[in-house]
């Protein structure tokens, strides 16, 4: 257990510091804000710790990050007095990749430089990412619990391997110590450092501590004190009228990984019986894992400035699992478990709460902001359609959020159902809609001729997650969504006299006809009809109006059922 021992990286974390070094240096300083964010996630762990065991910040009440410049041995470290780090733990953490999805990721990989770039970005470039200025990185960790002498160093030059041995520490938390590349030493300067954090981290709840320089005699003159640069006070906790755009924005790339600007934010304070403070963001840029269902991060719970969770299937429903942020509750008890947590009415509460927030967000993006909702709408349309069936309570404001392509809309998804009523025809009391397997299919639909020499507007619906939506889409402000495919359609008022006249005649003139197909086709058809529905083609199928959509049949059996 004592002994030295050398390691290789899992073949993810070699192909991940291969991509970084290579990919990522025209943003290099980004080593610096993945160093103090993992510092404030560790911080934050030892006080979670710390409430069932208030021995661990006895010690030291009130934890800080320390970056410290060492301009002689061309170094630069980042300290925490975080929750730190088992020799078990330092091995997997350092020497493995433990996310989920990380197979899609290098799958998604496309060799791209500027592509991959923004990937890495989203997938959380942590703790490697150290290697695009080091050539090599030694970290000198000690668990929070354990003795001074059971404190463990790893070493690394970043390239196949890595080492740990064991070390003493004195107190609790973790130093990742950069040994500076020669042709990154622009970067060991405490004035850079400084600009830099002040740039990217003024958000962190902790104090980030550098040494105090003063000046004399146009001399530097380091005064062996420390002080902090940052706020250190929770950005969410903040009041809004003190907090730039530029600081949302900042800690919108804190929480989401993502190095892109979100689209548009919320930031609350929910009083009453519930007391809690929510600061939501909607992505501009699709995450590589939103299909993933099982993990879903990127919305943090804390309770009275403590983190407790960052699993966003607690707090939100799965439809609105893009959205990334914070919600810190004055009122969770915060010394009970997780698994206890999620089963409490008052994470409910907020759970419902936070999810009429994202709609009003989402409602106000398209009311004033139309083409950043049809942005919005291209990256995560096909999300939020899931929340028709997940969420039958707020369904009739989800159906609002949706946008269509039509026979009217020239391709663009811009159509609204509320748009769509309100051109309805005179006589018209349904919606109609009609579904392809592409939209290029839907649109060529023989089913389409009678309501283009009617001038009727359809919608144009394609692929499964539609066919799906339109299970739970029947209805919306009281008119009737009906599939155009649909056995015997009803045009109701909108088919004029001579037409049924004319319909009738035509059925008995054509009456043997129609008993021949029957006798030919036997028990393949259910039935054979005559119609007045097609201009321009002679024949088309459909299906019994209680029955399944033909495509949607068609699916089913492709997926085995
Ligand atoms: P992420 O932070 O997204 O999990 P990182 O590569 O940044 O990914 O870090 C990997 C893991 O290493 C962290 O999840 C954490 O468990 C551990 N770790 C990194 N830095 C520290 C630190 N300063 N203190 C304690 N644990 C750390
Ligand atoms: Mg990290």
Redesign the pocket.
């Known amino acids: 257990e004592n002994k030295k021992e050398t390691l290789g990286f899992q073949t993810e974390v070699k192909q991940m510091l291969h991509l970084m070094v290579h990919s990522l240096y025209s943003n290099r300083e980004i080593f610096l804000r993945?160093?103090v964010?993992?510092?404030s996630?560790?911080i934050d762990?030892l006080r979670f710790a710390a409430i069932d065991n208030p021995s661990l910040l006895a010690d030291d009440p009130h934890p800080s990050i320390r970056v410290g410049v060492d301009e002689q041995k061309q170094e630069i470290t980042?300290s925490?007095d975080?929750?730190?780090?088992t020799r078990a733990?330092v091995i997997?953490?350092?020497g493995t990749?433990?996310?989920s999805g990380t197979r899609e990721f290098f799958a998604r990989l496309s060799g791209d430089q500027k592509k991959d770039s923004q990937l890495i970005g989203q997938f959380?470039?942590?703790?490697?990412?150290s290697f695009i200025i080091a050539d090599k990185v030694t970290?000198i960790?000690r668990k929070a619990g354990d003795p001074a002498d059971a404190a463990t160093k790893w070493e690394s030059n970043g390239e196949g391997e890595f080492t740990v041995e064991n070390t003493t520490r004195d107190h609790f938390?973790?130093d990742?110590i950069l040994s500076v590349k020669s042709e990154d030493r622009d970067l060991v300067s405490k004035y850079r450092l400084r600009t830099i954090l002040q740039r990217y981290s003024d958000h962190i709840s902790t104090p980030i501590l550098m040494g105090k320089d003063e000046y004399k005699d146009d001399k530097v003159i380091d005064t062996g004190e420390w002080e902090a640069i940052n706020t250190g006070a929770a950005l969410w906790a903040r009041p809004k009228n003190k907090i730039t755009e530029d600081q949302y924005k900042e800690f919108y790339h804190h929480v989401s990984?993502d190095s892109t600007d979100p689209l548009c934010w919320t930031h609350n304070k929910v009083e009453g019986k519930n007391e809690y403070i929510q600061l939501l963001y909607v992505p501009s840029a699709a995450p590589f894992d939103l299909w993933d269902r099982e993990n879903v991060h990127g919305v943090k719970l804390y309770v009275k400035r403590v983190f407790i969770m960052d699993d966003t299937n607690q707090l939100l429903p799965h439809y609105l699992r893009f959205i990334k942020g914070v919600i810190d509750s004055e009122d969770l008890p915060l010394n009970v478990s997780r698994e206890i947590l999620q089963q409490t009415r008052d994470l409910r509460i907020i759970r419902d709460g936070t999810t009429k927030r994202v709609l009003s967000m989402l409602e106000d993006l398209a009311a004033n902001r139309a083409s950043d909702y049809d942005k919005f709408w291209a990256l995560f349309g096909n999300v939020l359609k899931e929340g028709l069936g997940e969420d039958p309570t707020n369904k009739e404001r989800i159906a609002k959020l949706l946008r269509f392509v039509s026979t009217g809309s020239e391709g663009k998804a811009d159509v609204t159902l509320e748009g769509y009523i309100s051109r309805m025809k005179t006589g018209q009391d349904t919606v109609y809609y009609v579904i392809g397997d592409t939209p290029e299919a839907a649109a060529k639909s023989p089913l389409l001729e009678l309501f283009k020499k009617k001038d009727i507007e359809v919608l144009l619906l394609s692929g499964p997650i539609d066919r799906w939506m339109m299970q739970f889409l029947t209805e919306f402000q009281g008119k009737k969504l009906v599939n155009i495919a649909k056995g015997d359609l009803d045009l109701g008022d909108l088919a004029d006299k001579e037409e049924k006249e004319e319909k009738e005649k035509v059925q008995a003139e054509y009456k043997p006809l129609v008993d021949e197909f029957k006798a030919a086709l036997g028990d393949s058809v259910e039935d054979v009809r005559m119609t007045l529905r097609l201009t321009d083609s002679p024949s088309c199928i459909v299906t019994d109006p209680n029955g399944l959509d033909p495509a949607f049949v068609r699916m089913m059996k492709a997926a085995g059922q």
């Open positions: 993945e160093l964010s993992n510092a996630d560790a762990k980042v925490d975080g929750i730190g780090m733990e997997e953490h350092l990749i433990a996310k959380g470039v942590g703790f490697y990412s970290v960790t938390g973790t990742v990984h």
